[in-house]
């Protein structure tokens, strides 16, 4: 699963280092492996996805599958500002390192994060696997926060040790990183 996650974590930034955006999550039903971007009328900046939780579009990713070992898909989400070309919002005075860094340290509920219980870091993507079962018994593969409904932009952390009611395994993206590619 490491192995597969960071084979996904490459092509998102070589998609990201071609095209200067992150793409939207796969938000069909069943995933066709193409992202769901909802155009705006200025694209890309205005440009929006039609969910920012779902799986990864990794037909646009230039990848056969996005499945993991145990053939359940990888469940990818995005922070909504990256997907566009201009991050002018993401900012709020420049120059915009000493702003970006604020940004990752005082994470705000409306952007994407990971939560270990005790602090919650914004990140720029996310992707994860549920692991081989479903530890914490919710009829879902995904364990703990990973689990939450789609609509939900918060992850459990990386380096989350598996417990007897936890198996997942979470790549992030940095933000910092992204911005700079």
């Known amino acids: 699963a490491q192995a597969i996650l960071e084979k996904m974590d490459y092509s998102l930034q070589g998609y990201v280092s071609a095209n ?33 939780v779902g799986t990864l579009p990794y037909a646009d990713l230039g990848l056969s599958s996005a499945v993991d070992p145990w053939q359940n898909p990888i469940r ?10 201009s991050q002018s919002n ?6 915009c390192s000493p702003c970006l860094a604020d940004f990752v340290s005082n994470p705000t509920a409306a952007w ?6 005790t602090t919650v870091t914004n990140v720029g993507f996310v ?38 009611d936890y198996d997942d395994v979470v790549r992030t993206g940095d933000l910092s990183y992204l911005q700079g590619r």
Do not use: H, M
Request: proline share 11%.
């Open 90 to 95: 993401l900012c709020s005075a420049l120059p």
């Open 20 to 52: 200067g955006q992150l793409p939207c999550p796969d938000t069909d039903s069943p995933p066709d492996g193409l992202q769901n971007r909802v155009t705006g009328t200025s694209p890309p900046t205005d440009d929006t996805c039609s969910a920012y």
């Open 76 to 85: 990818y989400g995005v922070y909504q500002g990256l997907i566009r070309t």
């Open 127 to 164: 992707i994860a696997s549920g692991g081989a079962k479903d530890l914490d018994n919710d009829n879902d593969f995904f364990d703990g926060r990973n689990a939450s409904a789609p609509a939900t932009i918060q992850f459990e952390t990386p380096d989350k040790i598996t417990a007897p």
């Open 112 to 117: 994407l994060s990971t939560n270990d219980g």
